[in-house]
């Protein structure tokens, strides 16, 4: 899931990348950070045992058998109380000689890890991690010295309680830890807050491309980003096309339709002039031609608008014209018409075509409705903030309406699935056609309220209006 949207969203790919390499780098400087305070810790430590060892040193002597000594005990109280975890020991390097250790340490062995011996600083000390039988981690360092007035060489060994300092790592980890959230933190939230600033123009083309499909701007505005900018111009340069192409079309229809309409209109007058035979056959053909050539121009010009920007047309405006028309039509057939139609719904194309459809449609029903019609009309709304809004009308009768197997065949032109009613059989077919313009939908399916036929229609639509 998370996937998907990081692959469909600009937005979640800026946030997840750059996150994700925020996190890198906070755990890199947590790393480094907590690195760098244990070093100093240590540091800190070796150097109080520095100290202590330095004053060991002050104080060590040899006696009259070449035995060393102390002169007087460590002020530290902790080297003389009994595995109390602070400990020193002067022990000859290569045996053969007495040492001498502090009263903590006992008869408590120390041993040096062999690898030690060899990891010495400038000054010759070895730093070192021992373990006494309590189990206590140790701090130690050690150092070898040959004592005034003796040739042998003495290993001077101090050791201190490294665990007294785990409750001050303990805060500064738990510190450390909580800083480091906190940041994050505060980085996710500066991150979507630049993103979306950033992409702020995106949204803004977006809109305002809305607003011109649904003819309430005619063209993009000027101020957007400079990175954005020649797209916005390329998209208003597309734009003034599009209204030049669907000009230029309606123009050219027009012209047709007066240059075919005068000479078939010549033909039938001196054919009707005539009452011969051939006079006859002239003026049917002519009629024919006339039915061809406005069929075939208003398909030009669907083909037309319906690709026009900007038409708007409300439905239920449209919808109530048609109704009153057709009971004014029909006045004896005390038809009851239902209208469920809210009042903001719009149809994203020419006021023109909708008249069509709709006109068609309830044309029909009202031929085929034994008493009652039903039409309503709802907003079809996209699962997402950025897609298409659809009108779904259905206009469902009472009649007797079509077998399923005829569905098909009944929005193909020319086919009357009735011949005992007048009509040419393109009604649907001109319905289905004009639909498909619009890249909608049309469906014939039995109705379940009603009885009989129910076509449903989806279309574009336009948002709609508060």
Known sequence: MLTRLVSKSLA???????????MVLLLLAGGLLFYLFISTIERNFDARLEAVM??????LELDEKGRPYLKKPLADPRFELPVSGWYWRVSPVNGGAAGLASRSLLDIDLPIPRSSRLERDANGIAHMYLRDPEGVRLRAIEQVYTLFGSKKRYSVLVAGNFDELRREMAAFTS????????LALALALSIFIQVRYGLRPLVRLHDE???????RRERLEEDYPSEIEPVA????QLLRANRDITERARTQVGNLAHA??????VLANEARADKGKLAEKVLHQTHVMRDQVNLYLDRARRAATATALGAVTDVEEVVHAIVRTLRRISRDSHMEVDLDCPGNLRFRGEKQDLEEIIGNLLENAFKYARGRI???GRLETPASRHGRHWLIISVEDDGPGLPEEDFEKALKRGQRLDETRPGSGLGLSIVSETVAMYHGEVRLERSSGLGGLRVVLRLPAARARR
């Open 12 to 22: 979640a790919r800026l946030v997840v990348s750059a996150m994700a390499v925020s």
């Open 54 to 59: 330095n004053g060991l040193l002050a104080n």
């Open 175 to 182: 510190a450390l830890v909580i800083i480091l959230v906190l």
């Open 209 to 215: 491309l809305a607003e011109i499909r649904e003819g």
């Open 233 to 236: 111009d390329e998209l208003n």
């Open 260 to 265: 075919l309409k005068t000479p078939l209109s």
């Open 374 to 376: 039903r039409v309503s």
